[in-house]
């Protein structure tokens, strides 16, 4: 019980929503060029060969965990060491400073069609401490980015290929439905808990997660080695 109050007063400490309104979302333009926007494509393509074409969580949007088994890590490394440090320096400069010892959390792929939207208007990253957009491919029409204002204005950002938007994880956000084309984003959330590998957005911070498929690896070793292989370098 003590280890309970104790882990859950330092969740309080590192999130206050209604701070995490008044804080912005701050945009970097063309962050990463089109060799490694494409190399997250490819992490895309691997996973699906190991763990199968990604379900539909709503309507027209699947999602891919691409921390799954280690795969982001064993083979784009370099990248999300990048974006990692990314969200905690934006974090340092512009929020609360309280994501330098996070880990991630996940990495996970949005393929959103015709259709996809999330209208939530108080929707927020649940657990996180900060959360890192990656835009790989706009929609047609449709298909925005927005956030809740504390004002209770609705803000529309600016969310190009290559852009990165970087936010408290407890601010309201959401996406404007996609009316035409194609819509892929990375997302990257860092929490106060250990980097996972699950093929799902775990919520257990430290220890064994029961969902995690412990030995996964080897017993798929040969799809996930055939998958691995067809990565470009990145």
């Known amino acids: 019980m ?18 995490a309104q ?25 996973h699906a060969l190991v763990h199968g074409p990604p379900v ?19 083979q784009a490394g370099e990248l999300l060491d990048r974006l990692v440090t990314l969200a905690k ?10 994501a330098r010892e996070c880990e991630t959390r996940c990495v996970e792929l949005h393929d959103c069609g015709e259709g996809a939207g999330l209208d939530d208007p108080t929707h927020f990253d649940s657990g996180s401490v900060v959360t890192l957009d990656v835009c790989l491919r706009e929609a047609d029409a449709g298909g925005r980015f927005q956030t809740l204002e504390e004002d209770g204005s609705t803000l529309e950002h600016v969310f190009e290929r290559g852009d990165a938007l970087i936010f408290p994880s407890y601010k309201y956000h959401g996406v404007s439905r996609v009316e035409s084309g194609r819509r892929r984003v990375l997302v990257l959330e ?18 064994n997660c029961e969902l995690l498929q412990v030995g996964v690896a080897e017993r798929e ?3 996930q080695e055939a998958a691995w292989g067809r990565l470009p370098s990145v």
Request: with cysteine.
């Open 89 to 98: 320096d934006v974090d340092d400069e512009h929020f609360s400073g309280n």
């Open 190 to 207: 860092l929490w106060n808990g250990e980097e996972r590998f699950c093929n799902h957005r775990c919520t257990v911070a430290r220890g």
């Open 221 to 223: 070793l040969s799809s």
């Open 2 to 19: 003590a280890l309970r109050a104790a882990q859950a007063r330092a969740r309080k400490a590192l999130v206050d929503r209604a701070a």
């Open 56 to 74: 539909a969580a709503r309507t027209a949007w699947r999602t891919q965990y691409l921390n799954a088994d280690g795969l982001a890590r064993t």
């Open 22 to 46: 008044r804080l912005p979302v701050i945009r970097v333009p063309k962050f990463l060029d089109d060799s490694a926007l494409n190399a997250i494509d490819a992490l895309g393509s691997a």
